[in-house]
């Protein structure tokens, strides 16, 4: 089972690196890195991954990830190399993934037209400009089309597909390999569940960030 990666300026580290840790995992996977050129891609806080291989040399797949991060807003739109790069590979996967603001490349591709999807709380708007009804629910799967929520989101919907690639108890040996059992120290990990000012500082290190 081939499973790539595409990389990108400023992408989220955990989008990638937490559904790789499941993915990797499966029976028979092979895990792809690419990039629109084959080399090392930064993340948003400047740590780096190998891309392997250039997409262009990848033609079929059959599991897509597309990780999130402040790049998406850069490459979001209709002639950029990555999403037309998603736009054909999606007529060969068996799923087509996106994790956090990675939605907004499926977006771009056409994937997400006329399906529910989800993503980040704070890029809701961008979801739905691409003809998406957003759902604030952590894991959303649309026929082949799965998306998740924010950053951490991206390890459910790992196990998600490893649950439909290679049956359930092969996600749950999974889970427990990686010992995957959240007990967080904070009650404020969704934006239903955050105080307003825990919100306001968050939208306030985003808007920075993009600045």
């Given at each position: 089972m081939r499973i790539v990666f595409p990389l990108f300026d400023r992408f989220t580290a955990l989008d990638a690196v937490g559904p790789y840790e499941v993915l990797s995992r499966l029976p028979e996977a092979e895990i792809v890195?690419?990039?629109?050129?084959?080399?090392?891609?930064r993340t948003?806080?400047?740590?780096?991954?190998?891309?392997?291989?250039?997409?262009d040399d990848i033609e079929t797949c059959d599991i897509v990830v597309v990780p999130g991060g402040p790049g998406t807003e850069?490459?979001?739109h209709d002639g950029d190399p990555v999403v037309g790069w998603v736009r054909g590979v999606h007529e060969t996967t068996t799923w087509t993934t996106s994790v956090c603001t990675g939605s907004e490349v499926l977006g771009a591709a056409g994937v997400l037209r006329g399906l529910e999807a989800t993503t980040h709380w704070a890029s809701v708007d961008r979801l739905q400009s691409f003809g998406a009804t957003y759902s604030a629910r952590r894991v959303v799967v649309q026929g082949k089309v799965v998306t998740a929520a924010g950053v951490s989101s991206g390890i459910d919907m790992a196990l998600t597909l490893v649950g439909m690639a290679a049956g359930e108890e092969i996600a749950k040996a999974i889970q427990l390999g990686i010992e995957y059992d959240p007990q967080p120290p904070f009650d404020s990990g969704s934006v239903a569940k955050a105080a307003p000012a825990t919100i306001d500082l968050v939208r306030s290190v985003i808007a920075a960030r993009d600045a």
């Open positions: 890195f690419a990039a629109t050129t084959a080399g090392l891609v948003d806080v400047g740590l780096g991954l190998m891309a392997d291989v250039a997409l850069a490459l979001a």
